[in-house]
C-alpha cells in the first residue's frame, strides 16, 4: 500500500516531507486538508495531534518533520541517504535547529498576516485554494484566523522580534552551507528541513529581495523552485 501523507500545500514542513518521499522513492500519495480545518481531518484519519506534515507509512501514523525524516530514513536506508555516514551529527544537529529555531517563523509570519490582512485572506482562498467566493470566504476565515495566529505565537512582540532575528538566522543558514553541512550535490534532511523554510520566506513579498541571492535562497530555489506566491505584501514595518 503507497504511503499517505496529509499536507498543507503552504506548510513548509509539508513540503520537506514530499521532498523525502519522492527522494527515496516511496511511492505515495498525497492528500491536501483544508487550512482551519485540518486539525479535525487528522483527528478523523486517526492522528492524534492536529499538525501536519501526518503520515500513514506501513501501518504507522507518524506525525512532525523530524520523526518523518528518520521513519523514511529507517524504511529506506541504502536510497538517497538522509544521514550519511561521518556526518550523521552535524545534519542531525542543523535539522533539529532548522526545526526548532527556523521553522516557527514563516508560519508566525503568515498566520499574523492572515489575521490582520484581509486580501491576504482573499488570496489564500482564491489563488491559493480556488475556493468560490474567495471574499465571502476570506471574511468568514477571520475567527479562524485569530485562532491560529494565538496557537502559533504569532503576536505583535513575536512577529517583530521574528523579522529583527531573520538576518542571524538566514547568516546561519549560510554558514551550515559553508561549512558543507548544507547545500550540497546530494540532499540530506537538514537540507530539506532548512531549504524548504527559507523558500517560503522567498515567498513573501516583503521579505524577497533580503533573501533572494544568498546562498540560502540558491538552495532553498534548487530544492523547492515551484511554491505558491508571491504572498502578498502584509507584514509590518
Do not use: C
Not at 482562498?125 to 475567527?143: C, F, K, S, T
Amino acid at each position: 500500500m503507497p504511503a499517505k501523507l496529509y499536507a498543507l500545500s503552504l506548510s513548509h514542513p509539508s513540503q520537506a516531507a514530499r521532498l523525502i518521499l519522492e527522494r527515496k522513492g516511496i511511492e505515495h500519495q498525497v492528500v491536501d486538508l483544508m487550512p482551519g480545518f485540518h486539525p479535525l481531518q487528522l483527528r478523523a484519519a486517526g492522528f492524534r495531534g492536529g499538525t501536519v506534515p501526518a503520515l500513514k507509512l506501513d501501518g504507522q501514523r507518524i506525525q512532525g518533520s523530524l520523526r518523518i525524516s528518520r521513519a523514511l530514513e529507517h524504511a529506506r536506508p541504502d536510497v538517497a541517504p538522509l544521514f550519511p555516514a561521518g556526518r550523521r551529527g552535524a545534519i542531525e544537529e542543523a535539522e533539529e535547529w532548522g526545526e526548532r529555531e527556523l521553522q516557527p517563523v514563516p508560519r508566525r509570519l503568515f498566520r499574523w498576516a492572515a489575521l490582520h490582512n484581509a486580501p491576504l485572506r482573499r488570496w489564500l482562498a482564491g489563488d491559493v485554494l480556488h475556493l468560490p467566493a474567495p471574499r465571502l470566504a476570506a471574511a468568514g476565515y477571520g475567527p479562524l484566523a485569530r485562532l491560529f495566529a494565538a496557537m502559533a505565537g504569532a503576536s505583535d512582540t513575536q512577529v517583530q522580534a521574528d523579522l529583527a532575528e531573520l538576518p542571524g538566522k538566514l547568516d546561519r543558514v549560510d554558514e551550515l552551507i559553508a561549512a558543507g553541512t548544507i547545500g550540497g550535490p546530494e540532499p540530506n534532511a537538514a537540507d530539506f528541513q532548512i531549504g524548504t523554510t527559507v523558500r517560503v520566506l522567498i515567498a513573501f513579498e516583503d521579505l524577497r529581495d533580503s533573501v533572494e541571492g544568498r546562498p540560502a535562497g540558491d538552495i532553498a530555489m534548487r530544492l523547492l523552485p515551484d511554491f505558491p506566491g508571491p504572498i502578498p505584501a502584509a507584514l509590518p514595518t
